[in-house]
């Protein structure tokens, strides 16, 4: 009996010595599990940041500014009015004058930029540079323009009759080729002017009066 007894007591033992080497264990590996998780978030989150900085540097590299300094030529400043409102055009179509380019297109695409202006100096010019007071077609300002090759053109609308920017009398410039790879200072001269429409003459063509 005092046999059975101690055996007995002893198999107790060794469950409870089982146990706590169980429970010590367990308590081992929360630790290490609760270690093994704290040096993953951190580095997920050191690698988060440096993915964040990393895209921000190479979406900032992407873009640049674009001013310029628009000026009147000799050979429209006598039709020149004072008044009126300066168009950008910005165009990936380089086949073409961008000011014509003004339908939406899915693969050539045309960004415009319009401002009012009053009072246009002639002395010292119009500067094209990014303010709050521009209109555009695009989400991106003047001093966010995407890398790329481009024509760019300038118009100055001053028809008070039509309100289509080839109206008669509107005045703009020459396009230039520009490549986007670093912000640009450019010039303008707008020495051209939009002509009155005429009615070609033509051996078929006849007047009609209604």
Not at 24 to 41: C, E, F, I, P, V
Request: proline share 2%.
């Amino acid at each position: 009996m005092v046999k059975f007894s101690n055996s007995i007591l002893s198999y107790s033992s060794r469950i409870l010595l089982l146990n706590v080497e169980i429970d010590d264990l367990l308590s081992l590996y929360r630790d290490q599990l609760s270690s093994t998780q704290t040096k993953y978030m951190k580095t997920k989150s050191l690698f988060t940041i440096i993915l964040t900085l990393v895209l921000g540097y190479y979406a900032a590299a992407q873009h640049h500014s674009i001013s310029a300094k628009v000026t009147i030529g000799s050979e429209v400043v006598d039709q020149f009015q004072k008044d009126g409102r300066v168009y950008l055009f910005i165009s990936e179509n380089l086949r073409a004058e961008p000011r014509t380019q003004t339908w939406p297109s899915p693969s050539d695409k045309t960004y415009i930029f319009a401002k009012e202006v009053s009072q246009f100096n002639l002395s010292n010019g119009l500067d094209i540079i990014n303010n709050k007071d521009w209109i555009s077609t695009v989400d991106w300002s003047l001093d966010e323009v995407p890398e790329g090759e481009y024509n760019i053109q300038v118009l100055w609308d001053q028809d008070t009759q039509e309100s289509r920017i080839d109206a008669p009398g509107n005045l703009y410039s020459e396009k230039q080729r520009i490549t986007v790879g670093k912000s640009l200072e450019l010039n303008f001269v707008i020495e051209k002017a939009i002509e009155e429409r005429s009615v070609a003459s033509h051996s078929l063509a006849r007047m009609i009066d209604i």
